[in-house]
């Protein structure tokens, strides 16, 4: 990727890709208001004007980010397209753990950032979370999770596993900051099973 | 309460206390941030100067607020003493969608308030959420519902159990701001069924 003098030759585009990159990356262990044009500017090496070439103003730099790293989120949890159900969402959990406890102070800050008042960023999490719900139906008709448990694609069971998803939310969320001795494994199971375990009670 | 001037003579505590349920009255239609203290001045009709004597500044105004509704709604949703646990449940839940109906604005702007970086808000709120989660367990060993499904209290079925108060919350915060067809009394039956689900995949 380097040419021999050190610099990174390479176009504007993959360029901003990569600072992106950067961008989420530090978010690992900072949160997004911590994460300054200043900073990553020189995390990357490069002059704060170049990045604002990049980027427009903190608001758009900071949008672009949460944006790339809610991207990140919906493909490394995109579900196996073999296997049965349940496995299917086990590994997609298994993931998403992964992702949290790699990306905590970020990821706390993605769902912060939608819970403010910020317009920009509530979009992007209410869409990636709309994505991730979505999938639970999506393979619905095809031997999906929702087949399963015998359960229609009704407001009620969407109401119930968007529930799910904030429960998951906040338990690997919970977790991954003290897990009080519950292994892994067993959290994966419990969140597993609460899926079919909150739609018990649908009409 | 009112003198025959329509001047209301009461004790400094009293006259704060009023204040205070004035201001997370006007809270229902309109959120933290858009609630100063020029428009409780108004709408109680005293003098900005004399709200500044009872609350200091705008944050500590906000905290009593934000502390007054977090009592509110652990006093509202008080579990009752008779009666079978899962209708106990019921109970609660029943008056908790009522408070969030009631309460739409100012509840949201408590979660997200939470949710933001404003660290007093945030212990509020997780107090709050402490102890409407510890209820559930508090009525263990006599009949309680953990008792009902013979589950014990351990790290594993606390982390559940906040992950199924993430549920309701979730859940009926989606259902007031639109039920989509969803029956009021279904919604309740979804939300206390969904507490033994739960917990069903506990180790």
Do not use: C
């Given at each position: 990727?380097?040419?021999?003098?050190?610099?990174?030759?390479?176009s504007?585009?993959?360029?901003?890709?990569?600072?992106?990159?950067?961008?989420?990356r530090?978010?690992?262990?900072?949160?997004l208001d911590?994460?300054?044009?200043?900073?990553?500017?020189?995390?990357?090496?490069i002059?704060?004007?170049?990045?604002?070439?990049?980027?427009?103003?903190k608001?758009?730099?900071h949008?672009?980010?949460?944006?790339?790293a809610?991207?990140?989120?919906i493909?490394?949890?995109?579900?196996?397209?073999?296997?049965?159900?349940?496995?299917?969402l086990?590994?997609?959990?298994?993931?998403?753990?992964d992702?949290?406890?790699?990306?905590?102070?970020?990821y706390v800050?993605?769902?912060?950032g939608?819970?403010?008042?910020?317009?920009?960023?509530?979009?992007?999490?209410?869409?990636?979370?709309?994505v991730?719900?979505d999938?639970?139906?999506d393979?619905?008709?095809?031997?999906?999770?929702?087949?399963?448990?015998?359960?229609q694609?009704?407001?009620?069971?969407?109401?119930?596993?968007r529930?799910?998803?904030?429960l998951?939310?906040?338990?690997?969320?919970?977790?991954?900051r003290d897990?009080?001795?519950?292994?892994?494994?067993?959290?994966?199971?419990?969140?597993?099973?609460?899926?079919?375990?909150?739609?018990?009670?649908s009409?």
């Amino acid at each position: 990727m380097s040419s021999p003098s050190g610099r990174v030759r390479m176009s504007p585009d993959s360029r901003r890709e990569q600072l992106l990159e950067l961008g989420v990356r530090l978010l690992s262990s900072r949160s997004l208001d911590e994460l300054s044009i200043e900073t990553l500017a020189e995390e990357a090496g490069i002059s704060r004007g170049l990045l604002y070439h990049y980027f427009g103003n903190k608001q758009d730099f900071h949008r672009a980010v949460v944006r790339k790293a809610a991207d990140d989120l919906i493909r490394v949890t995109a579900p196996v397209q073999e296997g049965e159900p349940i496995d299917r969402l086990a590994r997609s959990l298994d993931a998403y753990v992964d992702y949290v406890s790699t990306n905590y102070a970020g990821y706390v800050s993605l769902v912060r950032g939608a819970a403010s008042g910020n317009e920009d960023l509530q979009r992007i999490y209410e869409e990636a979370r709309a994505v991730l719900t979505d999938r639970i139906f999506d393979v619905a008709g095809q031997d999906g999770v929702l087949d399963v448990f015998h359960l229609q694609d009704t407001p009620a069971v969407r109401l119930m596993v968007r529930g799910w998803s904030a429960l998951a939310e906040d338990v690997v969320i919970s977790w991954v900051r003290d897990d009080r001795g519950v292994s892994r494994a067993d959290l994966l199971t419990m969140l597993a099973a609460a899926l079919p375990g909150v739609l018990s009670g649908s009409p």
